[in-house]
Nanobody
Framework: QVQLVESGGGLVQAGGSLRLSCAAS????????MCWYRQAPGKQRELVAT???????DYADSLKGRFIISRDNTKNTVYLQMNNLKPEDTAVYYC????????????WGQGTQVTVSS
């Protein structure tokens, strides 16, 4: 089992920045890729960014250049640095852990609210 706890959300003005954290505990050795997703009110959950255990990253095209995902394997923590935030970035942000084994379930955090005011 893996437990994920997100933090760092809050209210910020447009143009501001926030850094989200996702702390993982439990069977960390079983995890390979870590992801950030977000879900805005009335919309489907969408992938924001992914990072492999080795540090390879990928982003949603619309967010490249503003969001940066990183991970500290010594702290079992993944970060999402969000810059130049826009009102449309308002959403609940979720962390997901993908296990090495396809037979294991993926793990989700409880989410952290990000609200960007105009």
């Amino acid at each position: 089992q893996v437990q994920l706890v997100e933090s760092g959300g809050g209210l910020v003005q447009a143009g501001g920045s926030l850094r989200l954290s996702c702390a993982a505990s439990g069977s960390i050795f079983s995890i390979t890729i870590m992801c950030w997703y977000r879900q805005a009110p009335g919309k489907q959950r969408e992938l924001v960014a992914t990072i492999s255990r080795g540090g390879s990253t990928d982003y949603a095209d619309s967010l490249k250049g503003r969001f940066i995902i990183s991970r500290d394997n010594t702290k079992n923590t993944v970060y999402l640095q969000m810059n130049n935030l826009k009102p449309e970035d308002t959403a609940v942000y979720y962390c997901k852990a993908v296990p090495y084994s396809i037979y294991d379930a993926e793990y989700w955090g409880q989410g952290t609210q990000v609200t960007v005011s105009s």
